[in-house]
């Protein structure tokens, strides 16, 4: 692409396909490399390649729309913070998998601008036009636009027409937090009887595109941060699902449940504060 293209959510979906593509290539290039650990707690784990895997997608944003947008991210906040526009970015969505050599891990990358208040606008007012989301482990690319379909590797996708729960198989996330994992359980003691599966990935960007394409019926999380689902969860709504989601802090932290849309109630679930 050349440089000063005018960023919209056209440009920066092609902009973003690209640089999380590059860096689906640097993590397959590291996929059986010692990983080196920056930082670790008991649920979570933050790796040197992290912060290079974001460097790199600014770099390459950066150089095709300078000074455009802001970035906000897992590893890291720079521009504008009152920018109209900005990157949402997960350089690593998965990464405890990724550190264990799990092949189940995923780049995310997301395009807000500044938007009046209304149904999709975060706590502070932007609103996702555009969304990649990239495995390079299975070679899949999922992406949308505010107002364009949802694809994976170029071909439309759409939800799950599954309406009963005890054929539904349903994705749960775990948050780092132990207060959030201890109110997550009595759901998951709850629903692993009623649903056909219950699935524990450790990538919500993943399991959000996974309802988007069909595979999933509905993603469950109680402490997830904005970078992991604004990507996802675009591509999941402009497939035909339901995004439901809440914010419970002022940090970008969300529960969600995220379904092909004829699921959540029957699911009668009651998400963590």
Not at 57 to 78: H, N, Q
Not at 108 to 125: E, Y
Not at 189 to 194: A, F, I, K, S
């Amino acid at each position: 692409m050349k440089q000063n293209v005018k960023l919209n959510a056209r440009s920066g979906l092609a902009a973003a396909t690209e640089a999380a593509l590059a860096v689906g290539e640097l993590l397959l290039k590291n996929r059986h490399a010692v990983k080196k650990i920056n930082e670790q707690v008991q649920h979570d784990i933050k790796l040197e390649l992290d912060v290079r895997s974001q460097k790199l997608i600014e770099s390459r944003l950066l150089k095709t729309f300078p000074g455009a947008a802001a970035v906000f991210g897992e590893e890291g906040v720079s521009g504008d913070p009152n920018a109209d526009l900005r990157w949402v970015i997960d350089p690593i969505d998965g990464t405890v998998n990724f550190a264990y050599g799990i092949p189940h891990a995923c780049v995310s990358i997301a395009l807000q601008q500044r938007a009046k208040a209304g149904k999709g606008v975060t706590r502070d007012g932007y609103q996702t036009i555009a969304g990649v989301v990239h495995d390079p482990f299975c070679q899949e690319t999922w992406t949308a636009t505010l107002n364009g379909p949802a694809k994976l590797n170029g071909r439309k996708i759409s939800v799950s027409a599954r309406a009963k729960v005890d054929l539904a198989i349903v994705s749960m996330g775990f948050a780092k937090s132990a207060g959030v994992t201890s109110a997550m359980l009595p759901i998951l003691n709850d629903l692993v009887y009623r649903v056909r599966k219950i699935r524990v990935m450790g990538s919500a960007a993943l399991s959000m595109v996974y309802v988007a394409c069909g595979r999933f019926d509905a993603y469950i999380e109680g402490g997830v941060r904005l970078w992991d689902i604004a990507a996802g969860g675009l591509i999941l709504e402009r497939a035909g699902g339901e995004f439901w989601r809440e914010e419970i802090d002022t940090e970008h932290t969300y529960r969600l449940l995220a379904s092909n849309g004829l699921l959540r109630k029957k699911l009668n679930v009651t998400m963590p504060a």
